[in-house]
């Protein structure tokens, strides 16, 4: 270990976790569940409203006392289901081989952008 | 020549073996992507010991070997490029000279989850997956390091000498 691996080491770590902090702090009260399938919105529900979503076949997204999981899905690896829930916003959920992303938002936050 | 070759098949063999024991270690906080990475460290060592075409190959035939093996093709995409991009990075790096073998498995680490985000955001077109980037940056840079220190470790007990490969 050199004095140089040192200093690589610490600045990376700080600057990904002020990005995590960032992210969480920049926040606003969530309560939009957006799904999109295939680069498209595939539907917005609310996260404080009990309910299960079916995506295509076998896709299942439930949303269950403010948090989201994904109960079932028909990919070979599973990620997205041993993931477990989220609940805060800009927390996700991605299905990679299906191309599902299921993203906590909140209301105001339009399609394509990030309003902080 | 045919000491590189059987050098090659072997750390090739390491690697793909170090993949499939990582297949039964579950994720700690459950999220696709953050694991150690053991198979690093083969490739790691070859950064520093051979040369840039060697590493690469080692590296390409091992991610080819573990899709077809065990995660299917659609992991071949993305371990291809966030390879790519982590060999590159390790290379350009280990020849400045500035860090040592930990540092360079950091840059690595972080090339690598580069890559993956650059695959998964033209699969998505979506910028939301930037909280999840930033986690699997948090865990590659402290999965690099103890990649790196294992390394090292490789380095000091093995009798190898690079010039002598």
């Known amino acids: 270990m050199k004095k140089s691996d040192i200093y690589l080491i610490v600045i990376s ?19 939009m569940v957006v799904i999109y399938v295939e680069k498209e919105e595939y539907g917005r529900y609310d996260l404080f409203s009990d309910q299960i979503i079916e995506i295509e076949d076998s896709n299942i997204v439930v949303i269950e006392n403010g948090m989201v999981y ?3 899905a028909n990919c070979t690896g599973k990620d997205c289901v041993h993931q477990g829930t989220i609940q805060y916003s800009y927390q996700s959920i991605v299905c990679l081989p299906n191309q ?6 909140s209301k105001e936050d339009t399609y394509d952008s990030i309003t902080y | 020549m045919v000491k590189k070759v059987t050098l090659l098949s072997l750390l090739c063999a390491i690697a793909i073996l170090c993949s499939y024991i990582e297949m039964f270690i579950p994720s700690p906080i459950g999220l696709a992507g953050v694991k150690l990475g053991l198979a690093n460290s083969v490739i790691v060592f070859s950064i520093y010991f051979l040369s840039f075409k060697e590493a690469y190959l080692i590296s390409i035939v091992r991610v080819l070997i573990t899709s ?7 992991s071949f995409g993305f371990s291809f490029v966030g390879t790519t991009f982590s060999i590159i990075a390790m290379y350009l790096v280990n020849k400045t000279n500035i860090f040592s073998i930990v540092g360079i498995s950091v840059v690595g680490a972080i090339a690598h989850n580069i890559g993956q985000l650059t695959v998964a955001y033209f699969l998505l077109e979506n910028f939301m997956i930037a909280y999840y980037f930033a986690i699997l940056l948090l865990s590659g840079i402290i999965t690099g390091i103890c990649i790196g220190v294992l390394a090292q470790i490789l380095l000091k007990r093995l009798p190898i000498k690079a010039n002598n490969l």
């Open chain 2, 68 to 74: 077809v093996l065990f995660s299917g093709l659609f």
């Open chain 1, 100 to 105: 599902i992303n299921i993203v906590i938002q």
């Open chain 1, 70 to 72: 994904m109960e079932e």
């Open chain 1, 13 to 31: 770590f700080s600057i990904s976790l002020l990005f995590i902090l960032w992210i969480t702090h920049s926040s606003k009260p969530s309560s």
